[in-house]
């Protein structure tokens, strides 16, 4: 076992340094440094200003250099520019300050520094981390139970219309996206053509103090794509278990109904879902990005997109890393879970 | 004051008797006077009028407004090229003069200014008793260093330099030696290269704010010292921000009947998307947006918001970039012109919030408009055959724009149109992020631009050849020979003379359409004063308050 | 004239009749929910629920519905908020506990006759409006029965589909199969609807009332139903959806909307499901170091959050650098691999095959391929601009290889997983004792052995890129603003969301409506995959 998480450490660790460097790679194309330098300086700079600006902030130095200076294998570059003044990735591509070291990277626990937001990345993401964090907390406090219970009522009893309604339900939510589905929210509970007003069309007061009010429909739009699939797992494995032996067994000695599925069919029954719930976390994270641009969230997914949208390449790798690590993680926590659970299952 | 009073410039006069006879609006002519140095109140005077009283006379001390605004990095004030920018850092930041929605200029760190006959001499008088927050003397030295700041051409990205072109040595790129001058503590005389009457409504626009002799950019925030009565709180980019009152610091405004209500200002950051900001305004989470656009207008007055509305010259260009094939060719651009209809396009782009324009650039409330210069007439049919003729009819053009609001809708119609006259064109959005970047070097796209007071400003910044902000690559001897003309001319019919040859050569050259001129207006929550709309979205936050 | 109403003057008379069918359906169809949480009759009759634990469901689920509404503090409802969270609770749930005693009164099969009989009425009542709006002028029949007109092609189009279908079903194998399945049948309804509509909308012109691009001044900003200002002789005289925020028709713009996102998704997919074919089943049959590789680099593509990638590639920038341009170079060679290695390995020992057939079909093949990546004047011209047969714009081609580049590795997974699974078979053996080529048993004995979860998954995964491209014109990436692409309308149309539904509710429905098609048509096909 301790082998096993070793292993899939290791492998975490090289598909992150090689995503790092393709999105390091794509974020510092010529174009992407152009529009980095314009949106920092000025969007007014003639070529030639673009030029310099770059120079002198040692985004010319070649890929693999600036990448190592990024990882932290590299010391970070001291370049005195032809404006006279003399900058340091250590100092946030600005004024030498004292006291910094000489390597500043990710190793050292360096995530680098927004250009867009002019903080240090690290700060940023942790905070937005966090709001995404509550938005995705109540996300699966809505979608897990109601999936589970979805599934099992529809499983426990395949072939029934009641399976056959919640099987259908289940559908259509996954066949809505959040940006159908927050769309038609918004306009049924929020908009004055519809008139009903329960909620508020934006979660923007949502980041400081959350209600049902302003809360509700975000959480609300994310659970439900995802809920759908959910369902039909559980419901799959549910109705594979009540097939099995034992439950009819137990059904013939007279153990109730209820008995039934809560005390012998559940437990077998949850073992597949969880490796899908496990497996959609990551799969939320693009519900997250249109749910917090749609409601105005300022947590992770609106980061994403103002880091894609300005290039700001310390931000932007940061991101892709938290994404990576998220999806990486969920994995290894679906494959160690599933052991743990079916206790049949044997890994080395 | 006493000196804007005894003082009366000769050309002011003929203003007066030229509104008298109905040769200038009121507007047109308090703009004139007073960035002629002539006082609000003597201005009004020379019309037999009385001046209109301040505004925000009824709030009272205290309280936070909340407003909905885009909250952007801070830079050098040189630099701003957002009026939000600006909006923040007025909060311990003061100008020299300030320009109001009735077209006047009043003066704010200086007492007064005049100028000689021909408007090549200035002499500016600092206000008396204005201290700087850190607890040094405001004085003549200060403002001479500003403004010698404000004519660095060196600093990339520096718009000030343009307004000041007058001052500015062409071969350094720095002020000229003698053009500014500190007389004594409270006098700076300015030395013209040549007539400008733009000069003073230069140092009330926007990036135009006084800093101290320690400012630098890094530390603007975490070490805020300027005249103003506020401070910076918090700046969080993209979220929020706020600044708050300046406790124990004797700001000259409070001594100066100026206002300085207001405890805390936030600024929430609501994105692009109007849709938002909607959704936050019903939600109660704001107090006043920055702006209202388009379909929004209604809806918010719908909603029992107060509007604050005022026309003005903002407007936006949807204009060829002549470096680019086949836009050099006069004949597309006259076509490209011809082929739309502006009434339409201010119906559709703008939600009918503007009246139409003629494609040049000035309008009538410059005070050189002349209104006989009108636009080619729409003519589709004409359009097509000028485009044909020229041997480019079956170009795909490529049409550019933000994508949202009324750039989107405008070049939307626009492409509508030109595909009715049989134009063939495409549509490219861009979010403001990567539109900004090289909005100057589009071949084809649309941009706004802002109210400014006189009708040859506009002109100064984009339409003469080689400025930084030419974003239709035009460059034209002869245009720029009569706007100098035109900038050393006081008199207005004078003036209207050359500005008519200037329109109609704007116009023949089908330099850009430029559909309509906008009505701004924003909508705040009842019990606010003095959070009008600006004409020029300048901030004037010591006006803000709640009401009594 | 008159703004249209949605079921026009037919609709005084039968509107009544529907609105009551409809109301005592979903009455009927809440109380058999609550009822079905908790049986206590029925058919299970070995081992019946307690009454204790069967009055649960109803008290819960009604119990707390109505604790929620009166939390909204509705009208009707807020009287149940007794101005106390707790007590109001308590009372909601004995108003549950009650409903659901009363329910269990009735017998669970009288009520579900009663929800199936209401259904049916209101849907022959709703029916009557499509059917009588065919032969009627719109004012009659409303907007429902105009639509209903509008789509005279689809409509024929899909029966005589059907018709044929069902009658030689029997001769049809899996696909006929489908026309026993309720849902599966319901589900290929809904996706031939928008193919036939795609393809005699958007390509022929047959349904849409108006130009999609076209701006009609007077037309900003309307609601359904708006007679189209100065319409002339030959104009259709109504906006049947309205006009949207720059008065366009909006009924117009979903109908050849849908011929994007019909030509795009499915395309996309079939590209996807060709690299993760010709990649997956080496993978999977060979195993080894390739298997390592590939497995490695389809991980990490799976690894990066769809939505980064869409931002990282589909910008202009990237446009501008030409890398769409290299990595649709990269992604379309697999086809044409895919093409040669299935031809040559199956037929290489045929007379006259490698001389003859396999040259031309190559050379068409190539040039096909050749014709895809190559933009005259553009980054990669590798064709002369005569021999290029077409020319797809830089802002539809890097749409669909993201697409495609988001969808292979997902595909290459599961062809790998299922060639592991089947290479083990006998007739794989029995192959590889004949002597065949790897290549040979891989494409012509694992591959059609293991089409059916495949079929399956791709009609999945048609939905999932009809997602993905909405995303991307939600996120105004890729496609142009004029677009009329659903994706992009909604985005556009959701900024006056609160007051003028219509512009982006149609796209949304329509979208919706497509990806559940294919979501039904999948369990269908799996159900009776499975029934094999």
Redesign the interface.
């Known amino acids: 076992m301790g082998m096993f998480i070793l292993r899939r450490t290791g492998v975490m660790l090289l598909t992150a340094i090689c995503l790092t460097f393709i999105v390091f790679l794509m974020t510092n194309l010529y174009p992407n440094l152009e529009k980095l330098a314009k949106n920092e300086g000025n969007f007014r700079m003639s070529d030639a200003e673009v030029a310099s600006f770059l120079g002198n902030r040692g985004y010319t130095q070649g890929k693999l250099q600036n990448y190592g200076e990024w990882l932290g294998v590299l010391p970070g570059y001291v370049i005195e520019g032809i404006d006279g003044k003399t900058r340091g990735r250590c100092s946030n591509h600005g004024a030498i300050v004292e006291n910094t070291g000489k390597y500043c990277g990710v190793i050292q626990g360096n995530w680098g520094f927004s250009s867009r937001f002019k903080e240090p990345v690290s700060k940023i993401v942790a905070k937005r981390l966090a709001l995404t964090g509550k938005l995705m907390f109540w996300v699966l406090a809505v979608m897990i139970p109601s999936a589970l219970i979805i599934g099992i009522m529809a499983g426990m009893r395949e072939g029934s219309r009641l399976d056959r309604a919640l099987s259908t339900g289940a559908i259509v939510t996954t066949a809505t996206p959040e940006y159908v589905s927050g769309v038609i929210f918004i306009a049924v509970f929020t908009s004055s053509a519809v008139g009903l007003k329960w909620f508020k069309g934006s979660a923007t007061s949502a980041m400081d103090h959350a209600t049902l009010e302003n809360f509700l429909l975000p959480v609300l739009t994310i659970a439900l794509y995802g809920m759908g699939y959910i369902a039909r797992m559980t419901r799959a494995s549910m109705a594979e278990v009540m097939t099995a032996q034992y439950i009819r067994t137990a059904r013939l000695k007279g153990v109730s109904f209820a008995n039934i599925v809560l005390k012998h069919a559940l437990r077998n029954a949850l073992i597949a879902p969880f490796t899908v719930i496990m497996l959609q976390i990551p799969w939320l994270l693009n519900g997250v990005v249109i749910v917090e641009v749609l409601f105005n969230f300022k947590g992770f997914g609106w980061v994403l997109v103002q880091a894609a949208s300005n290039n700001d390449i310390d931000l932007l790798l940061a991101v892709s890393v938290v994404s990576v690590v998220v999806v990486l993680l969920t994995q290894l926590i679906s494959d160690i879970g599933y052991v743990f659970l079916n206790p049949r299952i044997r890994i080395t | 004051m006493t000196k804007n009073n005894s003082f009366m410039h000769p050309a002011a006069e003929m203003y007066a008797s030229e509104e008298k006879a109905g040769k200038l609006d009121r507007r047109e002519f308090i703009s004139r006077a007073t960035a002629l140095g002539v006082s609000t109140v003597a201005a009004y005077g020379l019309l037999g009028l009385d001046a209109p009283a301040e505004a925000g006379g009824h709030a009272k001390m205290g309280g936070t407004i909340r407003m909905q605004m885009d909250v952007k990095?801070m830079?050098d004030p040189r630099?701003h090229?957002w009026t939000q920018i600006s909006i923040f850092s007025a909060g311990w930041l003061e100008y020299l003069v300030e320009y109001n929605s009735d077209g006047s200029f009043k003066p704010m760190l200086l007492s007064s200014w005049e100028a000689n006959a021909d408007a090549t001499q200035y002499v500016l008088k600092i206000r008396e008793g204005v201290k700087w927050n850190n607890g040094d003397d405001f004085t003549a030295d200060d403002v001479a260093r500003n403004i010698i700041g404000w004519c660095d051409k060196g600093l990339?990205?520096n718009s000030m330099a343009g307004r000041m072109a007058s001052l500015v040595d062409e071969a350094t790129g720095k002020a000229r030696e003698g053009a500014v001058v500190a007389v004594d503590s409270s006098t700076v005389h300015l030395n013209l290269l040549q007539p400008d009457i733009t000069i003073v409504p230069g140092m009330a626009d926007y990036p135009a704010q006084i800093v101290h002799k320690s400012f630098t950019v890094?530390t603007m925030v975490s070490n805020p010292i300027g005249t103003g009565f506020m401070l910076p709180e918090n700046l969080?980019?993209?979220?929020k921000a706020s600044i708050v009152k300046n406790e124990g610091f004797e700001w000259w405004g409070y001594a100066a009947g100026k206002g300085g209500y207001i405890d805390r200002i936030e600024f929430?950051d609501?994105?692009s998307?109007?849709?938002?900001h909607?959704?936050?305004f019903?939600?109660e989470?704001f107090d006043l947006n920055w702006e209202t656009t388009?379909?929004f207008v209604e809806?918010y007055d719908?909603l029992g918001l107060v509007k604050s509305q005022v026309a003005s010259g903002a407007t936006i260009v949807v204009r060829p970039n002549q470096g680019h094939a086949p836009y050099d060719n006069k004949m597309v651009r006259q076509a490209l012109a011809m082929a739309v209809d502006n009434e339409?396009l201010n119906?559709?782009g703008n939600?009918g919030l503007g009246v139409a324009a003629d494609n040049c650039h000035v309008g009538p409330m410059h005070p050189e408009h002349n209104p006989d210069v009108t636009r080619a007439p729409f003519n589709p049919g004409k359009a097509k055959e000028l485009m044909d003729a020229s041997g480019h009819g079956d170009f795909e053009h490529e049409l550019r724009?933000l994508?949202?609001g009324f750039w989107?809708?405008t070049c939307?119609?626009v492409?509508?149109?030109l595909?009715?006259a049989g134009i063939k064109v495409?549509?490219?959005?861009?979010?403001g992020?990567?539109f900004?970047?090289?909005?100057?070097k589009f071949p084809y796209s649309a941009t706004n631009w802002n109210h400014r007071p006189l009708g040859t400003q506009v002109l100064g910044l984009a339409y003469k050849s080689g400025e930084?902000?030419n974003e239709f690559a035009w460059s034209n001897a002869e245009f720029d020979g009569l706007l100098a003309e035109a900038n050393s001319l006081a008199n207005a019919d004078e003036r209207r003379v050359v500005m008519g040859k200037i329109q109609a050569l704007v116009i023949e050259e089908g330099v850009t359409c430029q559909p309509y001129w906008r009505l701004v207006q924003r909508h705040h929550v009842e019990g606010l004063v003095g959070v009008d709309m600006h004409i020029a979205y300048l901030p004037q936050i010591y006006k803000w308050g709640h009401a009594v | 004239m008159q703004n249209l109403t949605w079921t026009g003057t037919l609709g005084v008379y039968i509107n009544p009749f529907f609105l009551t069918a409809l109301s005592a359906f979903f009455v009927f169809a809440v109380s058999a929910a609550a009822r079905g949480f908790s049986r206590l009759d029925g058919r299970n009759l070995l081992n019946p629920t307690p009454p204790s634990i069967a009055l649960l469901g109803p008290t819960a689920v009604i119990g707390l519905v109505l604790w929620l509404l009166s939390l909204t503090g509705l009208p009707p409802f807020a009287m149940l908020g007794l101005g106390n969270i707790t007590l109001s609770l308590v009372v909601c749930l004995i108003i549950g506990l009650a409903t659901g005693f009363g329910l269990f009164q009735i017998s669970s099969e009288l009520i579900f006759r009663l929800v199936w009989s209401t259904f049916y009425v209101a849907l022959c009542l709703f029916l009557i409006y499509f059917i009588v709006g065919l032969f009627v002028a719109p004012e009659t029949a409303g907007i429902v029965g105009a639509i209903s007109k509008q789509l005279t092609p689809t409509w024929i189009a899909l029966l005589v589909t059907f018709a044929v279908s069902i009658y030689f079903k029997r001769s049809l194998g899996l696909y006929g199969k489908l026309f026993d399945s309720p849902i599966g049948m319901i589900g290929l309804g809904l996706v031939l609807f928008w193919v036939f509509t795609a393809l005699l909308g958007a390509g022929f012109d047959l349904i849409a009332t108006h130009d999609p691009l076209g701006q009609v001044s007077g037309m900003k900003n309307k609601h359904p139903g708006i007679p189209l200002r100065g319409a002339e002789a030959n104009d259709y005289p109504y906006y049947l959806f309205g006009g949207d925020t720059l008065a366009r028709d909006v009924f117009s713009r979903a109908i050849v909307g849908s011929g994007i996102v019909i030509v795009i998704a499915p395309a996309a997919t079939v590209f996807a499901f060709m690299i993760g074919i010709t990649l997956g089943l080496p993978a999977g049959y060979f195993g080894g170091r390739l298997d390592t590789v590939l497995s490695f680099l389809s991980n990490m593509v799976l690894a990066f959050p769809v939505i980064l990638l869409f931002f990282l590639l589909v910008t202009p920038e990237i446009i501008e650098s030409g890398l769409p341009n290299y990595l649709a170079v990269i992604l379309f060679v697999f086809p044409v691999i895919f093409i040669a290695v299935a031809q040559f390995s199956k037929n290489r020992l045929k007379p006259n095959f490698l001389t003859l057939k396999f040259p031309v079909i190559m050379i068409i093949t190539i040039w096909l391929y050749l014709s895809l990546i190559s933009e005259t004047g553009k980054t990669i011209a590798l064709l002369p601009p005569l021999l290029d047969l077409f020319d797809v714009p830089s802002e539809i081609l890097v749409v669909f290889v993201s697409v495609v580049f988001v969808n292979s590795p997902t595909v290459f997974r599961i062809v790998r997983g299922l060639t592991l699974d089947v290479k083990t078979r006998d007739y794989v053996a029995a192959a590889q004792t004949r002597g065949e080529g790897p290549w040979y048993i891989m494409l012509w004995e694992i591959l059609p052995n293991v089409r059916g979860p495949l079929i399956v998954d791709f009609c999945l995964r048609i939905g999932y890129a009809t997602i993905l491209l909405g995303t991307l014109g939600f996120f105004g990436l890729g496609l142009e603003s004029e677009s009329p692409d659903w994706g992009t309308t909604i985005n556009a149309g959701r900024k006056l969301l609160s007051v003028y539904l219509a512009p982006p509710l149609v796209p949304a429905f329509a979208l919706m409506s497509l990806v559940l098609g294919l979501n039904l048509l999948a369990d269908g096909l799996r159900e009776e995959s499975l029934r094999d």
Not at chain 2, 236 to 239: Q, T
Not at chain 2, 273 to 276: G, I, R
Not at chain 2, 426 to 431: E, F, G, I, S
């Open positions: 990095a830079k630099t090229d990339e990205g890094e969080e980019v993209g979220v929430i609501y994105g998307d109007p849709a938002t909607m959704a936050g019903e939600s989470e388009g379909e809806l719908a339409i119906e559709l939600a724009s994508d949202t989107k809708d939307d119609a492409a509508a149109q595909r009715d495409k549509r490219t959005l861009m979010p992020s990567t900004w970047n090289d909005w100057t930084a902000w």
